[in-house]
């Protein structure tokens, strides 16, 4: 049996992010038709569009917006554990253009609540304390 998180991406990202790291975002929210080249996993699915028949309480939630000067993401989904290098991937990739460090999201086991771990972006990357 698979064991399900919940995987949270809340950060604001600066105004100059390049048009190629908006795209893999665009992509993974749905709103892209092609997949940007970027993304070189085969078998790499949309990671943050909303599946509407999740079992996450509240059901999942996904949006990037432009707010005044900055871009912020929001994304709330259902990530099995074996896909949990695909979060990974993408904190990865965004952690350079996050516009203030901090809290960035979390990462959630649905049936252990003592299996918490905070997302934090310092600047340069991101780690994750438990």
């Not at 390049?18 to 795209?23: F, M, N, V």
């Not at 993401?73 to 990530?79: F, N, Q």
Request: aromatic fraction near 14%; hydrophobic fraction near 40%; proline fraction near 5%.
């Amino acid at each position: 049996m698979s064991d399900h998180y919940e995987v949270v991406f809340s950060c604001l990202l600066h105004d100059d992010v390049p048009a190629e790291i908006l795209d893999v975002l665009r992509w993974h929210l749905g709103d892209l038709d092609e997949r940007p080249a970027l993304i070189e996993d085969e078998y790499a699915y949309r990671l943050l569009e909303p599946d509407p028949d999740s079992y996450l309480p509240g059901g999942e939630f996904a949006q990037l917006v432009r707010q005044r000067d900055q871009w912020g993401l929001y994304a709330r989904i259902w990530v099995l554990d074996d896909d949990m290098g695909y979060p990974h991937e993408l904190f990865g990739l965004l952690a350079p253009h996050v516009a203030k460090t901090g809290y960035g999201g979390h990462i959630r086991d649905v049936n252990d609540h003592r299996d918490f771990s905070v997302i934090v972006f310092d600047g340069i990357g991101y780690r994750w304390r438990d």
